[in-house]
């Protein structure tokens, strides 16, 4: 399901930050399944799985905004930027689900479920190399060595991660670290890139946008981990909690009152299903979720703020409906 | 141990294949253990892991001495090309030991069973954006669409492998498509990058000599599967048949008389000990193991022939030495 059907279903009018990129962004979706023909049907069916399954798109679409935001234009170069994103953050999440041991994704089992972790090793890599492969097309490696750059932090951000499992000392800087590298790195350079390719003064300010709206849409990725459900989530709730990976609400919880029983639940690495019972109640209190929307408010409060220092054009209107949609998104 | 020792210690006279570039070689060694202090030392520790077991280099090698066929210069770009073609087929060792279940890789525990499986998916993922960042260095697109295009194929081979283990139907135009596309691609595109770096118009012949030289390597490869020992090779004896990885040797024991009977065999996927110590008895026979000999040199004449068909340079006793290496080796 495209994303544009998405989030007609789930919002009753067709967001703002979707329609003036429409067109684009339809190509980019289908030049995601185009051009496979070459190779095994079993490579190209595990690698092109997530995309049909949908997916919110989000990173191709604050790429082509970017570009309306440097200069109104979105060339054919920013449509190959944009579909190069979406193959390396698809790659990244085929990659994940094995460390997670993830079920589901998508409202679908994951690549590493439908089939198994080697298929996914393969088809991950496959992406990877696709993207790379698009990248090249625009011819700049400035570009390249930017999107190597990132992957190589994002591995970085993925063994914190890893070793910092059911770690109760986790430090807010730790996860801080971690969401950036993780995360917000690949929309900070899709960003970045895409002033690159317009040939825009606003470098910087399209490269904090991108940092610190895709901070604001983790914190709120790691909310949901907690108070969306499964069917909504498209995975299940409290998968991060169960794979140790303690998160901003886990971390304000064990910053309450509830910190020392929270701490003892963790410690368990939920043998039973009474202490994950237990710790996502804590977890789940008011108090932490509001803490964490905050957060998350914060980030995009500079996101806003760097919009802000720029010239005005009218796509701006556009950038302000899309990181609202972070903020208020329940899936 | 870098290759410069380790071939000291296999034969009595350092190989002239290595004399004529080992300044570069060392340069080429010396950069892939660089540059890595910002990253999480786990990370760099499972990355750099197989650089430190040693490897023959023959990829660098013979990018090296690709680069004086055509010209006899070899230029820092030549050394860079060098140094990213060594991270992406170590990435792809990593990856592959996940998917093969291998449990040593140069005499020592594969990274998936010194770390784990999480470990290895990360650390490949790290070297193959690390040998794309060395990639984009030499400023040439052409050079990144290559690679990206040959990792693309050579996940199509690895699927292809994988879906036909115990396949004794397995034709040997299979055989030869999964080499092509497992090994020697690399191979074939590191020479061709050599030659489109020193501007020579035998771009077509140096991606002819990898080509063919890396079937020859693989088809030696697949012979010491079974030939060699554990300790010379590295890894265990008969690990590609218990993985059920029918090559050459195999398909020619499949071939013989004694095909019937090693059809059972393969089709009991070895569940017990005797039916592997049969099987590769079997296998083992001279006249299997002459067959794969000779498709080797097959594949090692096509090369000479194309190495014969270009003005003569004095590298070209180096490539005949270093192509004689690959047929003799017996690790």
Known sequence: MCIIKRIKMKVTKQPFFIEVIRPQLKEVEKKLLADLGTYNKVLTEAATYLFKAGGKHLRPVLTLLIARMCGNQITSDHIT??????????????????IDM??????????????????????????????????????????????????????DGEILQLLQRYEIETAFEDYLKKTERKTALLMAVGALASSIISRSPYEKAAYDIGLNIGIAFQVIDDILDFSSDNKKLGKPVGNDLLQGNLTAPVLYALDSADGKRLKELIETKFSDKESIGEALEIINKPQNMDKAKNLAQHYANLAYGTLNS?????????LDDLFKFILVRSY
Do not use: Q
């Open 81 to 98: 930027l944009a579909i190069s994103i979406e193959l390396l953050h698809t790659a990244t999440l085929i990659h994940d689900d094995i």
């Open 310 to 318: 720029i010239p005005v054009t009218e796509t701006h209107a556009a």
């Open 102 to 155: 993830s079920p589901m994704r998508r409202g679908l089992p994951s690549v590493n479920f439908k089939w198994n972790d080697k298929i996914s090793v393969i088809a991950g890599d496959f992406l990877l190399a696709r993207s790379s492969y698009y990248i090249s097309k625009i011819g700049n490696t400035r570009l390249n060595k930017l999107f190597a750059k990132a992957v190589m932090d994002m591995c």
